[in-house]
């Protein structure tokens, strides 16, 4: 099984699901889903790191492979 990246015009291989909690304010990175979903979104390894969240969301990586941030990240600034 293998699904690609849901960014437009990327179609690298996703390695991970993003997904949404909109009441909560929290955006979940996870390893990739074993299912397919219609509200997450796979993701490849490159747009899972760039992932930012708007002002006053948090993103939570719970990605088990997940590096540590090298160089900011966790960039919460949505503006
Ligand atoms: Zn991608």
Known sequence: MSRSCAR????RPA???????????VVWLEDLAAE???MVHDLCAQHADGVR????WELR???RGAALPQHGQLDLIGA
């Open 36 to 38: 397919d979903h219609p």
């Open 53 to 56: 969240v708007p002002n006053g």
């Open 15 to 25: 390695v991970a699901t993003l997904s949404y909690a909109y009441a909560d304010g």
């Open 61 to 63: 990586d719970e990605r």
């Open 8 to 11: 437009p015009g990327c179609g």
